[in-house]
């Protein structure tokens, strides 16, 4: 059973390893041609603390970071086909912008 929430590690300000939060926040449904995924595994890279400290290219937060990912299909969006519910999956989400994956 899914909830309309869902848990993630967000930060509300710029800095280090202390900024960052666990967090209830409400769960994406997806758009045209995207999937929601179950995160298992998400990845911890340098890009993910450069963001942290500095904001890069995502600017000023709040955000929830992460581009990495392994889990299972919840939900696809329309015009989705290559996926259905229940499939695992990995990768990385789209570099800048596509951030997100440090969540349920």
Same mark, same amino acid.
Do not use: C
């Given at each position: ?6 848990? /993630? ?5 710029? $800095? $280090?390893? @202390?900024?960052?939060?666990?967090v209830e926040? *409400? ?6 041609? @995207?999937?929601?995924? +179950?995160?298992?595994?998400? %990845?911890?890279? =340098?890009?993910?603390? +450069?963001?942290?400290?500095?904001? &890069?290219?995502? %600017? #000023? =937060? ?8 392994? %889990?299972?299909? @919840? /939900? ?5 086909? &290559?996926? #259905? *519910? $229940?499939? @695992?999956?990995?990768?990385? &989400?789209?570099? *800048? ?8």
């Amino acid at each position: 059973m899914t909830t309309n929430t869902m848990r /993630a590690i967000s930060q509300d300000v710029l $800095g $280090g390893p @202390e900024v960052l939060q666990v967090v209830e926040l *409400p769960r994406p449904a997806p758009g045209t041609s @995207e999937i929601l995924v +179950k995160v298992r595994a998400a %990845g911890l890279n =340098p890009t993910d603390w +450069k963001h942290r400290a500095s904001g &890069l290219f995502l %600017g #000023e =937060p709040p955000f929830v970071l992460g581009w990495d990912v392994a %889990g299972t299909v @919840e /939900a696809v969006g329309f015009g989705v086909t &290559l996926f #259905e *519910p $229940g499939d @695992e999956v990995f990768g990385m &989400l789209p570099y *800048p912008h596509g951030v997100g994956s440090h969540a349920d």
